[in-house]
């Protein structure tokens, strides 16, 4: 049976979970418009800089969260041109974060795709209703 486009994307976003460089958590993201992907992005550091699962690095913890890291949604709309993201859907392993949350709302994505919960102490997504956002099943997999 042939996949939707939900679950292929959101396979897409687990793939891409795999270059994730924080033993914490890996997350991914896949940024889709018209049915294309238009960029991708996984957590980990700063280009140029130790990633936490460097040899001797680790974590930089604050808070309960490694700060070290780039978010996998930041890191995704940073590969994509501004036209790209206007309507768009975002699919991301992970719920976002508030500071996520508020980028994807600034960048014009008008929905968001995730497959595990996250429970952020703020959830901006319910001040702008014109995002839809889907906790996709993937419990069959």
């Known amino acids: ?6 679950n292929y994307f959101m396979d897409i ?10 033993p914490r958590l890996h997350v991914g993201a896949v940024l889709v418009k018209d049915k294309r992907i238009k960029g991708t992005g996984y957590n980990g550091s700063p280009t140029s800089l130790p990633h936490c699962d460097d040899e001797g690095i680790g974590c930089f913890m604050r808070d309960n969260h490694c700060v070290r890291t780039i978010h996998a949604e ?7 041109a501004p ?16 500071e996520c949350q508020k980028l994807i709302i600034t960048t ?3 929905r968001v795709v995730y497959a595990h919960d996250y429970s952020p102490e703020c959830n901006w997504f319910k001040l702008a209703p014109w995002i839809e956002v889907v906790k996709l099943d993937t419990t069959s997999k």
């Open 13 to 22: 976003a687990f793939q891409v979970c795999e270059r994730s460089t924080c």
């Open 83 to 98: 036209d790209d993201r206007k309507k768009a859907t975002l699919y991301v392993t992970h719920f976002p974060c508030p």
């Open 1 to 6: 049976m042939r996949k939707d486009w939900d």
């Open 108 to 110: 014009g994505i008008e």
């Open 74 to 80: 930041v890191n995704c709309l940073l590969e994509v």
